[in-house]
């Protein structure tokens, strides 16, 4: 049966042997690492035109090197230096490099570790604290995992604006990495390549071609998870009266992020909304402002901008909104005011009346001076904030979507 192992051989597999074998490396040992049969694969590689080699040619490999030569192979090896780079700077075959490595004692390194010329950390995803459970939504959400064809690692990338490349700093750090930064036409990128780090990902969520199948595993509940996620792909703006929070992704996604936020409104569920192939979840008022209190209070990472805006949506003016639709709803109450009526005494919407009172939304401006001078409560001017996510970010419009 073992005989029949390198008929079993892939034509990629016959041509890998082959290049190693001219490269300088035993017949013997390629086929005992393969698998494989020694005369039929002797036999494979004649047929695609390799030249084996006599005993007498690979004996010759091995009597080029010096006592001094091999102790210094032996040294430059258990440095770290890639084996292919010793051998370039002898000018001998790799097959030299590794017979002199075994007669001194010394193992071979495993192909990923020899190949790897960075230095990585493999198992920061292996501990879920904040910062690791931030970085899977931000990887959910803005990451890319992409399997070559051919047997090589999993390549592991994330492409942002040049004007975050500090946060890709930041996660560069996070994960021990030495691999470059590259900055192409106003974007930064990283990449590394990682099974490890593949496979903890996929224990998340984090897959390939994960745009429209995108869902959360073991951290829908997470509030850092969701901070992740929403500094990659959602939009935080306040702009007049209105504060907005809203994130696109995969319908599973959304749903997940629907329940979340159900769970920490007490019981507003959004409805996830659809534009082509892409959903989205949107909150507005006290709902956003609720939310964002919670996903981004007292957080130790985040986007910066991202931040800057959550902040800026809940910070609180004098007057505590809180309190504020208290005495609406007492007042209205005791003078036994309608909705429409107090809508003629402040010229304010009944539905925005409503909702005021029930605590879902916030008044701001001339709608806030309104009620408190209503309710002969001093105020200053509430703060006017314009800030509005790039018009890069996404942001639909579309009148034809329709609800999931």
């Not at 903890?200 to 850092?224: C, D, M, P, Q």
């Not at 703006?237 to 936020?261: P, Y």
């Not at 996404?394 to 009148?399: L, M, N, R, V």
């Amino acid at each position: 049966m073992v005989g029949d192992m390198a008929n079993k051989l892939s034509s990629f597999q016959i041509s890998e042997i082959g290049r190693r074998h001219e490269a300088g490396e035993s017949l013997a040992s390629l086929s005992k690492e393969y698998g494989a049969c020694h005369g039929t694969t002797r036999a494979r590689l004649a047929q695609i035109g390799v030249k084996i080699r006599t005993q007498k040619e690979a004996g010759k490999l091995t009597r080029k090197l010096s006592t001094s030569q091999a102790a210094e192979i032996a040294s430059l090896y258990l440095s770290g230096s890639p084996a292919t780079q010793i051998a370039e700077r002898f000018n001998i075959p790799i097959a030299t490099i590794y017979n002199c490595l075994a007669v001194q004692g010394i193992a071979r390194r495993a192909n990923a570790e020899s190949k790897r010329k960075h230095t990585l950390n493999e198992s920061v995803f292996d501990i879920l604290n904040e910062e690791s459970a931030y970085w899977i939504g931000f990887l959910m959400a803005d990451g890319c995992v992409h399997y070559p064809k051919q047997k090589a690692s999993p390549r592991i990338s994330i492409v942002l604006a040049k004007r975050d490349v500090a946060h890709l700093e930041r996660f560069r750090n996070f994960i021990g990495s030495s691999h470059k930064i590259t900055f192409v036409a106003g974007a930064v990128s990283l990449a590394v390549s990682s099974t490890n780090l593949a496979n903890s990902l996929e224990r998340y969520g984090v897959t390939a071609r994960k745009s429209f199948t995108a869902r959360a595993i073991k951290l829908e509940r997470n509030k850092h998870f969701w901070r992740g996620v929403i500094d990659g792909d959602g939009c935080i703006s306040a702009e007049g009266q209105k504060r907005r929070l809203s994130l696109i992704g995969s319908l599973a996604l959304m749903q997940q992020f629907a329940s979340f936020v159900e769970t920490n409104t007490g019981g507003y569920k959004p409805r996830v909304q659809r534009y082509v192939n892409i959903f989205e979840v949107r909150l507005n008022g006290m709902n956003a402002v609720k939310m964002l209190d919670i996903i981004y209070s007292k957080c130790t990472i985040a986007l910066p901008r991202k931040l800057e805006r959550a902040r800026s949506v809940t910070e609180r003016e004098e007057i505590d909104f809180k309190e504020l639709s208290k005495r609406v709803k007492v007042k209205r109450n005791k003078e036994g005011l309608s909705y429409s009526k107090l809508r003629g005494k402040t010229g304010i919407s009944v539905g925005m009346l409503w909702r005021i009172e029930n605590g879902r939304d916030i008044p701001y401006g001339v709608t806030r001076s309104r009620l408190a001078s209503w309710i002969e409560i001093p105020t200053k001017p509430a703060k006017k904030l314009f800030i509005v996510e790039p018009k890069t970010e996404a942001s639909y419009q579309d009148p034809s979507r329709r609800i999931v």
